[in-house]
């Protein structure tokens, strides 16, 4: 059985940063492929940053240049490194992985396994 599971989220200002682990369990995360996607109150789940088994990473437009996707196999961990942080960033987070590690990664169908999420609240 694979569990996923994120922390790190909080509270942070405006330009402030914070870094989210997701721990995985049960599978080795070398053979997977990650994804962090977000869902703020009314609004759908959104697609936030893959990284594949290659180590190829892919973010959408409103977060490229401030978020960054890692991984550390030895350690069986993703992360997600946020800098800059708007007020919109706002949501819940959640950590997912992929067995196949497709390359439609901003699709979430094609995760088989998600994490309970982590909330992140950025105050203006």
């Known amino acids: 059985q694979v569990q996923l599971v994120e922390s790190g989220g909080g509270l942070v200002q405006a330009g402030g940063s914070l870094r989210l682990s997701c721990i995985v369990s049960?599978?080795?995360?070398?053979?997977?492929?990650m994804g962090w996607f977000r869902q703020a109150p009314g609004k759908e789940r959104e697609f936030v940053a893959a990284?594949?088994?290659?180590?190829?990473?892919y973010y959408p437009d409103s977060v490229k240049g401030r978020f960054t996707i890692s991984r550390d196999n030895s350690k069986n961990t993703a992360f997600l490194q946020m800098n800059n942080l708007k007020p919109e960033d706002t949501a819940v987070y959640y950590c997912?992985?992929?067995?196949?590690?497709?390359?439609?990664?901003?699709?979430?169908?094609?995760?088989?396994?998600w994490g309970q999420g982590t909330q992140v609240t950025v105050s203006s």
């Open positions: 997912a992985a992929d067995r196949d590690s497709s390359l439609v990664y901003s699709a979430s169908y094609v995760y088989d396994y």
């Open positions: 049960g599978r080795t995360l070398s053979n997977y492929g």
């Open positions: 990284i594949r088994r290659n180590g190829y990473t």
